[in-house]
DNA sequence: GTGAAAGCGCTAACAT
DNA sequence: ATGTTAGCGCTTTCAC
């Protein structure tokens, strides 16, 4: 084909106003050049970032995003789950998925479409790639600066995922080793206010009250006004680690301690072993995609005693 | 049909592990039931309150929403446009347009595909329907606040929008009304680090110094960075307001006072008049889907005299 | 009521 | 090198 020609054609499409219909393309290629990502929720500030990297590295390997949010309903996901296979999207990103999906995922699997869950697994996402982020030595790192601070018993905030999350077994680990006590509160965010507060003053009344806070990110305003609201200060009568802090509040300089990852990354890694298994090379089981740092601010300072058993 | 013979049918199809092909269903209905929508980027944890909202009533409306960002290139911007174009979404969200679109909205307003612009428009989004949220009032109670604490200059940090934006409209309007002096900088947040510390000790050299600041959810964090490395305390030395603050944030209780509104709302308010442009009701040229707020907090404190002229 | 056929816009495999 | 055709999986129409 002579290169005029070609341009003469391209010149007459243009003129007639034609444009190429890739949905019908699709239909006849059997493939919809389309992702699905489904998100528990979106709140998260550090899931921008993810979507930045996810988003960009779709379009850089010409897919489409369809993104879909449960609203931290389960049910809610199950079905997004399913509409977007009916949509026959040519992959799936589970994004940190629910507790248990039960078979939602099993369609995809069947029909060979590949999918992936980022961050974690659970029951009915148990058998997809995974591509996480790797805790240990951040979490390793921040307890050993506890310890060092001579802090003996932390408490965890995090939200209701029923099979020990990783955080939570990374955490206990580290404790075991350095011999502090690590106590977990699994809780939504959204829990009627005070909740969190309560939770806080229960622990503290306890023998071994934690000295330290470790807060995901969805726990971290509950928590932080929690404390405010007891009237604690920061370092000064208790410290506090939060996890997953975004690139916007890197830059903002936020004053706690973090645990942290750069979520671009991790969304670029995972667009991009969907590319390449969408090409016939299927990922590894488990591919770490970035590791957590561990950032010291000057939320954590020398464990102070709480004054126990009040009465 | 009887209620019996569609339940048998039913299992049937399960029991053969049929899904319906939604693609081939909307190549026959001339439709995708796909929703686009472009951002200019994401970074802005407001973003995530807009995305939970508009992709809630999307799918409430039984649309897919895919997603794109331009990484703050318009070039990409545009591509990512065409992109949708072919891809024969249903309807368009221009988030944020950037100034100048050029004709890559045409094509949808020629093929009759509903296109909305959110928070602004500029040349080449101009014809589209704009959802809007209301500055006027927070921003004049924002500016009477700080007359009332002895301000008379302000200085406005903005990203890059070149026709003079609304925000700064207001700004100015409300300046004049209460003789105060309003200048803007309309920088990139992603510029060099030192770039907004040495605008902002240029601005204090003047004359007419600031003794306030507004800034944008963007420019904050380097504004806040160039605050600290220039030692100046807030409200001590100069009072700051901050726009866009997100539900996250909100909780979260950050110090500085806000201008910001419900982003959840305005996305549901989006996807519900985009729903109602595809069945037959075109949206008013300009939709109100929320006011701004005016919060104030410990940010804002009496006007404080700079040493100018330090020679 | 049930069944057959046309066609949405494209691509791949043919035949000329 | 160019033209023709079948068919992706559905819905709609029209005939039975």
């Not at 940190?96 to 078979?103: K, N, S």
Request: one cysteine or more.
């Amino acid at each position: 084909v002579s290169p005029h020609l070609v341009e003469r054609i391209r010149s007459a499409a243009v003129g007639l106003g034609y444009t190429p219909n890739e949905a019908a393309r699709n239909l006849r290629l059997l493939r919809t050049m389309t992702l699905g990502a489904v998100f528990d929720r979106f709140e998260e500030p550090m899931f921008m970032d993810l979507l930045e990297g996810l988003s960009s590295a779709c379009q850089k390997h010409g897919y489409s995003l369809a993104i879909t949010t449960a609203r931290g309903d389960q049910q809610v996901y199950e079905a997004q789950l399913q509409r977007l296979f009916e949509r026959r999207v040519d992959g799936l990103f589970v994004v940190g998925p629910p507790d248990d999906l039960g078979d939602s995922v099993a369609p995809f699997l069947d029909a060979g479409i590949p999918a992936l869950a980022l961050f974690w697994r659970g029951r009915g996402s148990d058998r997809l790639p995974l591509v996480r982020v790797h805790h240990e030595e951040a979490i390793r790192a921040a307890m050993t600066r506890l310890a060092a601070e001579g802090h003996r018993s932390v408490l965890y905030f995090t939200r209701p995922i029923r099979p020990r999350n990783i955080r939570d077994l990374v955490l206990r680990q580290a404790g075991t080793e350095l011999n502090m006590k690590v106590a977990t509160e699994s809780i939504s965010f959204d829990r009627p206010d005070g909740t969190h507060r309560q939770l806080i003053e229960e622990h503290l009344r306890r023998a071994d009250a934690p000295t330290a806070l470790f807060a995901d990110a969805n726990s971290l305003p509950p928590v932080a006004q929690a404390l405010r609201e007891l009237g604690l200060q920061v370092p000064g009568d208790i410290s506090v680690v939060t996890f997953d802090e975004s690139q916007w509040h890197k830059r903002l300089g936020l004053p706690w301690s973090t645990i942290c990852f750069d979520g671009q990354e991790v969304g670029r890694t995972a667009g991009r072993l969907m590319a390449e298994s969408l090409a016939g090379n299927p990922p590894p089981d488990i591919t770490s995609a970035a590791e957590y740092q561990w950032i010291e601010r000057g939320s954590v300072g020398p464990a102070h005693e709480h004054n126990n058993r009040q009465q």
